[in-house]
């Protein structure tokens, strides 16, 4: 019992640390690592999906009677579940979506889905490093000290890192690119994007209105 009070705690101080905070244990090893089972496919046929398509979608076909296991199903399938946590599950890299819906409109999460270099939250800038001898490092600052920057540059591995001494650097700014890839929805057909809209505006609740028949 005493060994499951440790993981109790360990769970909910990871649980209750800030979205920078959970990528840095993560970061340095004081917690494994998030790694993903096998990802499951979606049926498709997919499509070149812009905002129009999909917000005419969500109109015509209003998120009603959606299919919870699947819409699941699709957040690991477009590999969201690699980078977000949602509702306790998921890697650290990029920011919780399990309260997205309560800070976004269905349109501000299709825009963010489709075109993630449009507004990209300081929080979640990537880096650019160029050092003196030429190389250059793209991702999230995880640890800055007066003699060094750590930096993970794997969106999908935080425990890929490179740690860069500063009077190696010759210039380090903020990104305008996104690290969220764009295409997401592109292997998705119309229902099991809508699964996957309904999925996360739910907040992955399965009794949500959204799902009843």
């Known amino acids: 019992s005493y060994r499951k009070f440790i993981q109790n705690i360990d769970r909910e101080a990871f649980e209750n640390a800030g979205e920078a905070e959970r990528l840095a244990i993560e970061a340095m090893g004081a917690r494994?690592?998030?790694?993903?089972?096998?990802?499951?496919?979606?049926?498709?046929?997919?499509?070149?999906?812009?905002?129009?398509d999909v917000l005419a979608l969500a109109s015509d076909k209003p998120l009603k009677g959606r299919n919870f296991k699947n819409g699941e199903k699709m957040f690991a399938a477009t590999r969201c579940i690699v980078c977000h946590r949602f509702n306790g599950d998921g890697g650290a890299t990029g920011p919780d979506l399990t309260q997205a819906a309560g800070r976004f409109s269905l349109k501000d999460m299709c825009e963010s889905i489709l075109d993630p270099s449009k507004i990209v939250s300081d929080q979640y800038k990537a880096t650019i490093?160029?050092?003196?001898?030429?190389?250059?490092?793209?991702?999230?600052?995880?640890?800055?000290?007066?003699?060094?920057?750590?930096?993970?540059i794997d969106q999908e591995d935080a425990t890929k890192l490179a740690k860069i001494a500063k009077a190696d650097i010759e210039s380090q700014s903020l990104s305008p690119v996104s690290l969220m890839p764009k295409?997401?929805?592109?292997?998705?057909?119309?229902?099991?994007?809508?699964?996957?809209?309904?999925?996360?505006?739910?907040?992955?609740n399965p009794g949500d209105a959204m799902f009843r028949k």
């Open 32 to 52: 494994p690592a998030y790694r993903a089972p096998e990802l499951p496919k979606p049926e498709g046929p997919g499509r070149e999906w812009t905002m129009a």
């Open 129 to 152: 490093v160029e050092t003196s001898g030429g190389k250059v490092y793209t991702g999230r600052v995880v640890s800055d000290t007066p003699d060094s920057l750590t930096m993970s």
């Open 183 to 204: 295409d997401l929805l592109k292997p998705l057909n119309e229902n099991e994007v809508l699964d996957l809209l309904a999925y996360i505006l739910a907040r992955g």
